[in-house]
């Protein structure tokens, strides 16, 4: 019954897990049924970062570099953003002295800069011919124009999400060429299916400046977890029917000089109502660029701080970098806290923006992006069915230990297959859900089982304390058995003790008394009886029935068995001694004792059963007592009691055939331990 309720609970347990992974609507009754088991996602991101960050790359990109504008920066050549001359001297000596290839901008320059430095104004005061147009032309925005032509620069724009409506502020600057459009593949609906997230505005550069440059991306990140931690960022932004690419995405093409393609799925493979935009395709890398649903791919994220190489802008200004950066793609951005350019990040809580786009670009020349396949779900649903139906059955059966090697190899084993796909083969599979299913099914059956072993063993222990010592009750409760009340066979020794004379004692006696004389006559043997580890197991009048071995075993059984009969002897003279004082007739008894093989369990009827031992073993047991008065001795043992005790003496007595025993048995009396 334990089992089975154990096993039903955990395929529920399973199925409910199921549920939560498909992550679809089902009709019950009909009403629509969802299931969300949030915590079980929020601890599969948890997974996801400590993957991350133990295979997070440590050397530094010998391709990809930071410009940054750090606190160094801004304390040299003041508060960002700088004078539109000043960036464009770094533009020039980035590509004419330090022969860059490659230039991306984590900013965007939507507005002019509306005014002329002091020579100009001074000179335009001084001069009568100096007219505004000439102004404009020596101008920052004029200067900053023209660094960027002719070069491998990329500006940044910011595409902000939501619906495109009439409702949404007006969008700012000029938009670069897309990436793709319609005109680009033969099936329009391609582009407006894929899973890139829509725009509704955007904040771009001014047309001067777009138009130098020629390329633009997106350095916003919309794509983003519920824990607000970004593991992955969008490579295509939708906008007014075409896609367009992210800053990193632009930098590969310009660094490239490539002409990307888009990948769809294989019709073969897909019905026709089905289109997925699934990689962009470049010549110059060996694998196409692999998307997420979301158009989008996770971050291969380098040790924050060791992955690139951070220029101070400040030291390209004023030619003190030493470095070699010639060839490199140098991405402009910041690290300076008080331009609050800050992400949260698997690997660090606030990495500068500039970082996550330049391990994007790092990820793209490399090849090392992971990816989750799309047969990801059906796999981690497989996964899980076949370790809730194994494991629901199997715990149940097994003994703690068992449970606690199969749970620690369940779980060893889940672990190094998720690790060997995310490192060997670049896949991303789901592991929370498995470990979860696993440690939820293990605890669920250990506690269940403790607390129903618990019950049952202080039940036992409780019927139990009705025969032996609150001694071997005690030590019952410390041990981990359950003590089964099932017959059982098993090598015991048994003791009857019975007073002679009775009948005559108590002719002689009022009730009262009588009673009050066989009590104590009862309390004290009994007490003896449980100190040498011995279980009453009935009074009959005058008559004791104990025995030994059960329900805890006890190799010492028949020794045990033999100091309880001697002690009980050797108080006979104080108990005599107490009866005198009363008045009341002395007590002589007789003890027979016998070792062997004796059913002990729970016997008896529907209406009443006791923890009892029988067997011929204990019936000669109880011929040996009778014996006593007439071989006049007050303890008699047979030999298989005298063959297991080596600590008395023993002396023969006869040979004798019991009635009801076909074979005869040698007796013994007991004398002096040694």
């Known amino acids: 019954m334990q089992r089975g309720l154990l096993i039903l609970f955990g395929l529920l347990s399973t199925m409910l897990l199921v549920f939560d992974q498909i992550d679809q609507e089902f009709d019950v009754f009909g009403s629509k049924f969802s299931l969300d088991l949030g915590f079980v996602d929020a601890l599969e991101r948890k997974a996801y970062d400590l993957r991350i960050n133990l295979s997070a790359r440590e050397a530094s990109h010998n391709t990809v570099i930071i410009i940054d504008i750090d606190e160094e920066s801004l304390l040299a050549e003041g508060q960002w953003p700088w004078r539109r001359a000043k960036v464009a001297d770094l533009v020039d000596k980035l590509f004419d002295d330090y022969e860059i290839e490659t230039l991306g901008f984590d900013a965007v320059f939507a507005e002019p800069e509306n005014s002329f430095s002091r020579d100009q104004i ?19 925005d004029a200067k900053f124009a023209k660094a960027l032509e002719d070069r491998s620069i990329v500006m940044g724009i910011v595409f902000e999400p939501g619906a495109e409506d009439n409702d949404q502020p007006e969008s700012i600057g ?15 609906n391609l582009l407006q299916e894929t899973g890139a997230l829509t725009a509704a ?54 660094y490239f000089l490539d002409e990307p393609q888009p990948v769809f799925a294989d019709k073969n493979y897909t019905t026709d109502d089905y289109n997925s935009f699934e990689a962009i395709e470049f010549l110059m890398l060996e694998e196409p660029l692999r998307l997420d649903e979301n158009a989008g791919v996770f971050v291969p994220y380098a040790k924050p701080g060791e992955g690139f190489e951070y220029v101070s802008a400040t030291e390209i200004l004023r030619g003190t970098y030493q470095g070699d950066i010639k060839g490199a793609i140098a991405i402009l951005g910041t690290s300076a806290a008080g331009l ?31 990816v989750r396949p799309a047969w990801a779900i059906a796999a981690n649903v497989v996964g899980i069915i076949i370790l809730g139906i194994v494991l629901s059955v199997l715990f149940p059966y097994l003994s703690a230990f068992w449970s606690a090697s199969v749970f620690a190899i369940s779980s060893a084993a889940a672990i190094w297959l998720n690790w060997y796909m995310w490192t060997d083969k670049n896949l991303i599979l789901a592991i929370a859900p498995a470990l979860f299913l696993i440690s939820f099914l293990y605890v669920m059956t250990t506690v269940v089982g403790f607390f129903m072993e618990s019950a049952a063993r202080r039940v036992t222990q409780k019927m139990f304390g009705m025969y032996v010592p609150p001694e071997v009750v005690a030590e019952m409760h410390d041990t981990e058995d359950i003590f089964s009340q099932k017959p059982e066979r098993k090598l015991m020794t048994v003791l009857f003790t019975d007073i002679r004379n009775f009948t005559t004692h108590s002719e002689s006696m009022s009730p009262e008394d009588l009673a009050e004389w066989l009590n104590d006559f009862l309390t004290p043997m009994t007490t003896i009886i449980h100190k040498h580890k011995g279980a009453i197991d009935k009074y ?34 104080t108990l005599n001694a107490h009866y005198r004082r009363k008045g009341w007739p002395e007590i002589a008894i007789g003890i027979g004792l016998n070792t062997g093989d004796m059913s002990v369990g729970n016997m008896g009827s529907e209406f009443r059963m006791a923890y009892t031992v029988v067997g011929d073993a204990v019936n000669l047991g109880s011929r040996l007592e009778g014996l006593t008065k007439q071989y006049g001795v007050p303890i008699i043992v047979s030999e298989y009691t005298m063959n297991a005790v080596s600590n008395y003496e023993f002396e023969r007595l006869d040979h004798v055939k019991v009635k009801g025993k076909t074979e005869g048995v040698t007796i013994f009396s007991i004398g002096e331990k040694q």
């Open 174 to 188: 000029q938009l670069p060429p897309p990436m793709f459009s319609d005109d680009d593949v033969e099936n329009e």
């Open 540 to 573: 009959m009048g005058d008559a004791i029935m104990a025995f030994w071995g059960a329900p805890l075993d006890d190799d010492d059984h028949a020794e045990h068995a033999v100091d309880a009969a001697k002690e009980m002897i050797d108080y006979l003279d």
């Open 201 to 254: 505005r955007y904040t771009a550069n001014l047309p001067m400046f777009q138009e130098a440059a020629g390329e633009a991306g997106f350095f916003s990140i919309l794509l983003q977890d519920p824990d607000g931690i970004i593991r992955r960022v969008g490579l295509l932004n939708k906008y007014e029917g075409r896609l367009y690419a992210s800053l990193s995405l632009k930098l590969v093409q310009a």
């Open 340 to 370: 609050v350019d800050r992400r949260s990040t698997p690997v660090a809580p606030a990495l500068s923006g500039v970082e996550v786009h330049a391990n994007v670009v790092a990820g793209i020349l490399d090849g090392e992006f992971r």
């Open 122 to 140: 001074v000179r335009a005061l001084e001069s009568d011919t100096l007219t505004l147009e000439d102004m404009e032309a020596e101008s920052g």
